[in-house]
């Protein structure tokens, strides 16, 4: 994927026993006027967010080790993390690390291009039945925290943006993910093979 300059790729990066060989999810954003300068006070804002939504919903035996956050354009700009060390805040055994929840980023571009996903690990072994699908109210609660994730970003003024591949003859423009989108499915190792 090419990061564009003044865009950035946060690396969410995970371990603990639901994800032993460890776990990583990614997602892109552009820095506007306003948000933090320094790459690890990005870092440190981002695991912020995450630890004020997305870990309200994951079992707790998964940990964010860090946020690595890489400044655009790859090859020059800048990186730099920041320590968490924050389990989820679900009690209870989570599911094999092969599973997680399957969230899609949607843009208001249509295509393949214009969409992407996330797999976030540590998921609670209540949230699912027994054919792979979450319980409602569990795509409520997740729901919840995607938005207030996506919502948290705009707040940072670092707000999420899906990459691309390059063109053959240009740098293709990072799009705006408009929505977090909970799929009602859990994905698993063997889908992600599979795509």
Not at 26 to 47: C, K, R, W
Not at 157 to 183: D, E, Y
Request: aromatic content about 6%; overall charge neutral; some cysteine.
């Amino acid at each position: 994927m090419i990061i564009p300059e003044f865009h950035g790729q946060a690396n969410f990066r995970f371990s603990g026993s639901a994800a032993p060989l460890g776990a990583e999810v990614t997602v892109g954003f552009v820095q506007e006027v306003g948000s933090p300068i320094l790459v690890p006070d990005m870092a440190a804002a981002i695991a912020d967010a995450w630890n004020d939504t997305i870990r309200l919903v994951q079992s707790s035996s998964v940990v964010l080790d860090e946020v690595h956050v890489k400044m655009g354009p790859n090859a020059t700009g800048p990186d730099g993390s920041a320590p968490s060390g924050n389990g989820g805040a679900v009690g209870g055994d989570a599911l094999p690390p092969s599973v997680a929840v399957l969230v899609r980023k949607t843009t208001a571009t249509g295509g393949k291009r214009g969409r992407g996903r996330m797999y976030w690990p540590g998921v609670p072994e209540s949230y699912v039945n027994a054919s792979g699908a979450l319980t409602p109210a569990v795509i409520v609660s997740w729901q919840t925290q995607c938005d207030a994730f996506l919502a948290a970003m705009d707040a940072l003024f670092l707000p999420l943006r899906l990459f691309h591949s390059p063109g053959l003859t240009s740098v293709p423009a990072a799009t705006p993910i408009t929505a977090l989108t909970v799929q009602n499915v859990a994905g698993t190792q063997r889908q992600r093979m599979r795509r």
